[in-house]
């Protein structure tokens, strides 16, 4: 049953430098492999929050101003992007994976982070935090996404077929 799988938000993440030409493979690699293993409701693009993570310090909480005259309600102010922007509606996601690449001695880097955003704070929020080195071509974009994917999966108890090679006779 689709309602009772744990929703994920998944960012179009973006690459500095020569990585930023394979963000197209990457990016699209990472979202069939997550849906194509069908334990998570997957979260439509089009509701996301305009300002999206690329790293944990990108979030921060909002804060509350005190009340300068009596019978002033305190005010909610928002100081950037934050967990509840992606928990909340519209978007009302579980998880949210975010991240970016880059180069790094010729390869292409991935940064990329789980994070459980029903927590109340960026620490507990993180699920996963991980590098992943491919090379720097289409190829090597896929292959993070991949491995970066099985990780997510593992999560949720499914085995990604990433890595493994299928024989048939």
Known sequence: DLSERPAIAITDMRGAGEAQKYMDAFNSTLWDEVSGAGVLKMIAKSVYPLETPQRPQDFHPPTVTTPVRRGQQPQTVRNGPWLTD???PPVSANYLAF???GEQDGRLVLFGWLFNVGQSDVTAAQ????LYFGSMDAAGAR??????????LAQFGAKSLAGSKIYFV
């Not at 699920?127 to 991980?130: A, C, D, L, P, R």
């Open 99 to 101: 991240g970016y690449t």
């Open 143 to 152: 292959k993070v996404a991949r491995e970066f994917a099985a990780d997510i």
């Open 86 to 88: 992606w928990s909340g």
């Open 127 to 130: 699920v996963i935090g991980k």
